[in-house]
């Protein structure tokens, strides 16, 4: 009995070396094949793709522009995740960043609430000799202190741009809120009156309006709501804004992309921003919020929660729908005269690609609109980038100063520009 065991023994055993090997080989498949996959190493770069109207201002946007032209190559090991571009944006925002100076300025509101903006100096004449100043809204419950703005006003800056940017309303740390009002998705009252100043204070300027994000949707919604927004405008560029949030609202409810991860964690976020004032949202005794709205934001999970039971209360809208509607610049948009530039990023977890088919539409039908969409970049991310490590300034912020000064150049010298075409 005992020799037959030991032949069985010695029959099976050295196959058991090179069964395993094989179940390693099969996992570190498996592992690169995740990898291969979640990173989209295989996804190729391309140059955004480009709807516009062919008329000589967008010919000539397109050729003064050539980042706009040209193929986007995000960093090789991990710029193809818009969940990792988008991360990255959310964590650190870019790396290097500078410190640029700047004055914070201090406006009283008519309904007593104190709205704020930092404005910064040229560092150097513009290339049109001209006075110039960009008005930048930043993402939702940003401000100036934020990585990416500090980054992309030190970048204009150097190239003769003034920049005022607005904080929203409730965002900065440690700075109380004076009535019981924060930012919401779609109020222009504040960037309103950072306008109003900088067009009173600097009469010889011209603006640029730049919106990224919720800001976007701001900066919008506030040049289409009269048309005495856009005088002295020279254009207007929005990144990675929804447009709509009405439409917008059910698919942050949907696990694609990780969108409902993504909505959880930005409910989380307002939730902190509107805590850290509760005692100038609920205790104040013109607040027109509620003991019961404090218990409800605080088991909400979603960002229409908090909207449904805090934020659209702020202006006495009557339901969640007719806050989406009347906040969202949809509505306004195409009121736009101004040269607008709108960019998005097919790979940006936050917005839906059915939300693209209204700048797209705007861009069919409006000769003063151009929209551009990257293959990547996620949401404010576009980080730039050999094989591992970004550069510190984006393809966005490139893109944006590109179009401006071309913008500048058009108006400065239309005559020659148009001969050129």
Not at 76 to 88: F, I
Not at 369 to 396: C, D, K, N, Y
Request: proline share 5%; glycine share 6%.
């Amino acid at each position: 009995m005992s020799t037959q065991v030991e032949a069985d023994v010695h029959t099976i055993s050295p196959e058991m070396p090179a069964m395993f090997d094989g179940v390693k080989l099969a996992a570190v498949a498996t592992v690169l094949y995740v990898i291969v996959r979640s990173l989209n190493l295989k996804c190729p770069t391309a140059a955004p793709d480009i709807t516009c109207q062919d008329t000589p201002l967008n010919r000539y946007l397109l050729k003064s522009c050539p980042v706009l032209a040209k193929e986007y190559i995000p960093p090789l090991l991990w710029g193809k995740s818009g969940h990792l571009q988008t991360a990255l944006y959310g964590k650190m925002g870019r790396v290097k960043s500078p410190k640029p100076c700047g004055l914070r300025k201090y406006l009283p509101m008519q309904d007593g609430a104190t709205a704020t903006f930092d404005l910064f100096e040229p560092q150097g004449f513009h290339s049109t000799g001209d006075d110039i100043t960009m008005v930048i809204c930043p993402g939702i419950g940003n401000h100036s202190e934020k990585h990416y703005i500090r980054t992309f006003v030190d970048y204009s800056q150097k190239q003769g741009y003034r920049c005022s940017v607005l904080n929203h309303l409730g965002a900065l740390p440690n700075l109380e809120l004076t009535s019981p009002r924060m930012f919401t998705y779609g109020c222009t009252w504040e960037f309103s009156a950072m306008v109003g100043y900088i067009k009173r204070t600097f009469p010889q300027t011209q603006l640029i309006v730049v919106g990224f994000s919720l800001g976007g949707n701001i900066a919008c919604k506030y040049l289409g709501e009269n048309p005495a927004n856009q005088e002295r405008v020279l254009c207007c560029v929005s990144v990675c804004q929804g447009y709509s949030a009405l439409r917008a609202q059910e698919t942050f409810l949907q696990w694609d992309q990780c969108r409902r991860l993504y909505n959880f964690l930005m409910a989380d976020n307002m939730k902190k921003i509107i805590l850290s004032h509760r005692v100038s949202l609920f205790g104040m005794s013109s607040s027109k919020m509620e003991s019961a709205d404090l218990s409800r934001l605080y088991t909400a999970t979603s960002l229409m929660q908090i909207d449904d039971n805090i934020m659209r209360k702020f202006h006495g809208h009557n339901s969640l729908k007719e806050y989406y509607e009347k906040e969202s610049c949809v509505h306004y948009i195409h009121n736009i005269s101004v040269p607008l530039l709108l960019v998005n990023s097919s790979d940006d977890p936050l917005v839906h690609q059915s939300l693209l088919t209204i700048p797209r539409t705007l861009a069919e039908k409006k000769e003063n609109v151009i929209f551009a969409l990257t293959l990547h970049g996620g949401h404010l991310g576009f980080f730039e980038g050999a094989v591992l490590f970004p550069q510190p300034l984006s393809w966005m912020d490139k893109v944006i100063v590109s179009y401006a000064n071309a913008i500048c150049q058009w108006e400065k010298h239309r005559p020659q520009c148009q001969k050129e075409k």
